[in-house]
C-alpha cells in the first residue's frame, strides 16, 4: 500500500484529490491541513472510518509536526496543495498568502529534503515531491497565444506572487539539493466542495437565492477552465511517470469569457429549476467594477502532459458545469455549513 503525505487535503482540490485517492484502493492518506476558512472537515466525513484515512490538523510551517509525520508513516510522496488561493483576498491580506505559500512551503522541502536523504536507497529513488500550483504565475495573455511550461513568469497579484515564488523554491531544491520535485501549474478548477467565494460556486448559490451575480468589469476576462477530477487524475499520473525535475501544465481547453460561464450557468439553472420564481436567472447579472489589477486572459497548453504522459480531460465544459450546478443543488447542507459567519458572498478584494 502506498501512503500519501498530503497537504491542504480538506480543501477544494485537495480534497477531491484525496476522495480520487482512496477510491483507488492501494493507497493510504496522511491529510495535514491547518482548517482555515476554505478548509473543511466536510468534505471528507465520509472517510472519517476508513483507517486508511489518516487526518492531522497543523501547519506545514510547524517544522516540529511535519518532520514527526515524515519520520512516523514515511511516506512515498509528499503532494502539497496547501495555500491560500484567492486572489481577492490577497488585495485584503497578503501576508497570509507571504506566511503559508512561500514560507510554509519553504519549510515543507526542507523538511522533505532531510527525510528524503535520509531514506534507503530504494525508497530515495521512489520519493517524489509534487507542488500543486497555477497558470496565474505566468501573468496576463494578450488575445492570442498559450502558457506552455517556458512561458516566464509575470505574476500580477499577491497571490500569483506568493505561488511563483514558491515555485522557485521548488525548482532551486532540485537543481540545488536534488530533491525529486515535480510541478503542475494548473488552470482554472472548478466542480464539487468549491468554497463559494469563488466564481462558479459563488453564482449558483446566489442565483437559487436570488441575489445579484456579480460581474467584474465587462465580464470579458478568460479563462481556462478544468474540471477537477480531470485536474486529479493528472496530479495521480505525474506521480506515477512525471520526470523529477520537469514541469507539468494542466489545463481544461474549455476557454470562456467570464460572462459566458454565468450566461451557461443560469442557463443550466433554468433547466434543473423549472419552478423557480427567479427565472430566467440571467436576469440577476449586475456588472461590478473590476478587480484590482484583473489579468485579462489565461490559457495552458496542455500538449506536454498529453504527450509524454497520455493525459487530457474527460469533461468537457458543458458536461463538467452541469455535474456542478447538480451537485450544489443536492447538497444545500454543505454549502450551509460552509458558509458558518465568516463569509457571507460579500464582495473582497477592493482597494
Not at 485579462?296 to 463538467?320: C, M, N, Q, V
Request: proline share 6%.
Amino acid at each position: 500500500m502506498q501512503t500519501l503525505l498530503v497537504t491542504g487535503g480538506a480543501g477544494f482540490i485537495g480534497g477531491n484529490f484525496v476522495r480520487l485517492s482512496m477510491a483507488r484502493g492501494d493507497v493510504r492518506v496522511i491529510n495535514l491541513d491547518l482548517l482555515t476558512y476554505a478548509g473543511n472537515p466536510d468534505t471528507l466525513a465520509d472517510l472519517d472510518d476508513d483507517p486508511r484515512h489518516v487526518f492531522v490538523r497543523g501547519d506545514i510551517g510547524d517544522r516540529a509536526l511535519v518532520a514527526d509525520l515524515l519520520e512516523r508513516y514515511r511516506p512515498a510522496a509528499i503532494v502539497n496543495f496547501a495555500a491560500e488561493s484567492h486572489v481577492d483576498r490577497s488585495i485584503d491580506g497578503p501576508a497570509d498568502f507571504i506566511r503559508t505559500n512561500v514560507v510554509g512551503t519553504f519549510n515543507l522541502l526542507d523538511c522533505a529534503r532531510r527525510h528524503w536523504a535520509a531514506l534507503p536507497p530504494t525508497e530515495a529513488q521512489a520519493f517524489r515531491f509534487l507542488h500543486v500550483s497555477t497558470d496565474e504565475v505566468y501573468g496576463s495573455l494578450g488575445p492570442e497565444g498559450l502558457f506552455t511550461e517556458e512561458t516566464p513568469y509575470a505574476p500580477n497579484s499577491p497571490y500569483s506572487a506568493s505561488k511563483a515564488g514558491s515555485d522557485h523554491l521548488v525548482r532551486a531544491w532540485h537543481h540545488t539539493y536534488g530533491l525529486p520535485v515535480l510541478t503542475t501549474n494548473c488552470s482554472n478548477n472548478y466542480g464539487p466542495y468549491q468554497f463559494p467565494e469563488k466564481l462558479i460556486p459563488l453564482m449558483i448559490l446566489n442565483a437559487v437565492a436570488g441575489r445579484p451575480l456579480p460581474i467584474y468589469g465587462d465580464g470579458g476576462n478568460i479563462r481556462d477552465w478544468l474540471y477537477v477530477e480531470d485536474h486529479c487524475r493528472a496530479i495521480w499520473r505525474v506521480l506515477e511517470a512525471g520526470i523529477p525535475g520537469e514541469v507539468y501544465n494542466v489545463g481544461g481547453n474549455s476557454e470562456r469569457t467570464n460572462l459566458e460561464v454565468v450566461d451557461r450557468l443560469c442557463a443550466i439553472l433554468d433547466e434543473l429549476l423549472p419552478d423557480s420564481s427567479h427565472r430566467p436567472h440571467a436576469r440577476l447579472k449586475t456588472f461590478v467594477t473590476d478587480r484590482p489589477g484583473h489579468d485579462r486572459r489565461y490559457a495552458i497548453d496542455a500538449s506536454k502532459i498529453k504527450r509524454e504522459l497520455g493525459w487530457e480531460p474527460r469533461e468537457t465544459f458543458d458536461s463538467g458545469l452541469r455535474a456542478t450546478v447538480q451537485w450544489y443543488l443536492d447538497n444545500p447542507a454543505w454549502c450551509e455549513r460552509v458558509m458558518d459567519g465568516s463569509y457571507r458572498g460579500e464582495r473582497l478584494g477592493q482597494i
